[in-house]
């Protein structure tokens, strides 16, 4: 399997610009994750599906992000309007039934 | 609830002499607890993990883990550090009854040659 397939690896962007990222996870899997990492808050978890129904959003910044996941096989994570302070990298991860989790490459945002 | 610590920000270590990188956590219930590692412009990769059994884990790269229940700590080990080590590591702890994990701050690790 090629793993958690993230794309783009880098986006840049200007403040005010729609963003969005996107995520395949390994075939199989039923929970996807996405991550954000930054160097003053760490790595934060946005949101989690469970066989593609979101779970806990409790991550969520505010309502300028969104994810959704149409199917097993992808999902999406969107900031609109983007903000300087949405700068970071983006991860995501999926795992199968409370197992290890396997993370993307991560996309890399820079909103100037 | 759900929490770990990483105490140090960065760990020093020659190459050839063991290394440590501490992990404290804090659960209502069982632990269910993760090492990860990041290398520079990467994701993360998992290492190891404690679900139930033996105290000390072996894992990839010939890292290993202490579990020390008194001591609610998840220490990451390993008898002999490569420069290639170097990299980022985070603990991490299962939330119960979620999918969730919990990461710590996260160590660096610097292998001096």
């Known amino acids: 399997d090629a793993g958690v397939i993230q794309s783009p690896r880098h986006e840049v962007t200007e403040m005010g610009q729609e963003v969005t990222l996107r995520c395949k996870p390994i075939s199989g899997h039923n929970s996807l994750f996405w991550y954000r990492q930054t160097m003053m808050r760490g790595l934060e978890l946005l949101i989690y599906f469970n066989n593609n129904v979101p779970i806990d959003d409790s991550g969520m910044p505010e309502d300028r992000f969104s994810a959704k996941m149409p199917n097993a096989s992808f999902s999406t994570l969107k900031i609109q309007p983007s903000e300087p302070r949405d700068s970071a990298v983006y991860f995501c991860?999926?795992?199968?039934?409370?197992?290890?989790?396997?993370f993307g490459a991560g996309t890399r945002l820079s909103v100037l | 609830a759900q929490s770990v610590a990483q105490p140090e920000d960065q760990v020093n270590v020659a190459e050839g002499n063991p290394l440590t990188v501490k992990c404290t956590y804090s659960?209502?219930?069982?632990?269910?607890l993760f090492w990860y590692v990041q290398y520079p412009n990467r994701g993360l990769q998992f290492l190891l993990k404690y679900i139930t059994g033996d105290n000390l884990v072996k894992g990839s790269y010939g890292f290993e883990a202490e579990f020390n229940k008194s001591q609610t700590s998840f220490h990451l080990k390993k008898p002999s550090a490569l420069v290639s080590d170097s990299a980022l590591y985070f603990c991490a702890v299962r939330v119960e009854n979620t999918d969730k994990l919990i990461f710590g701050t996260g160590t660096r690790l610097q292998v001096f040659p």
């Open positions: 991860a999926s795992s199968l039934l409370k197992g290890i989790q396997y």
């Open positions: 659960v209502s219930g069982n632990p269910y």
